[in-house]
Nanobody
Framework: QLLLVESGGGSAQPGGSLRLACTTS????????VTWFRQAPGKEREGIAC????????YYADSVKGRFTVSRNNAQNTAYLEMNNLKPEDTAVYYC????WGPGSKWYEEPGYDYWGQGTQVTVSS
């Protein structure tokens, strides 16, 4: 059982930045694709950014492309989501999820992921 822990959430003003981290201490995260999902109040959870397990390819939803950057440090067993130019509509609970040797063709869909973190709140307001 891979346990993931998110950190780095909090509050920011519009135009501000936050960096989220997703880490595990049990197994090496290197073999897993890591995808960040978010769920805003009253909305379905959506996949927004993914980094692959093999070559480090990255994928983004249109809503965050150009503003968010997903990365990983395999030596630290940690994946990151750098969020810049934050908007009020980025307010949500953010989750990281992992897929062994992934991602699959639909990286943005929840069923492809067996392991999830507990979520961290991000609030963007003035």
């Amino acid at each position: 059982q891979l346990l993931l822990v998110e950190s780095g959430g909090g509050s920011a003003q519009p135009g501000g930045s936050l960096r989220l981290a997703c880490t595990t201490s049990q197994y090496t995260l290197e073999y897993y694709a890591v995808t960040w999902f978010r769920q805003a109040p009253g909305k379905e959870r959506e996949g927004i950014a993914c980094i692959s397990s093999t070559d480090g390819s990255t994928y983004y939803a249109d809503s965050v492309k150009g503003r968010f950057t997903v990365s990983r440090n395999n030596a630290q067993n940690t994946a990151y989501l750098e969020m810049n130019n934050l908007k009020p509509e980025d307010t949500a609970v953010y989750y990281c999820a992992a897929d062994l040797w992934g991602p699959g063709s639909k990286w943005y869909e929840e069923p492809g992921y067996d392991y999830w973190g507990q979520g961290t709140q991000v609030t963007v307001s003035s």
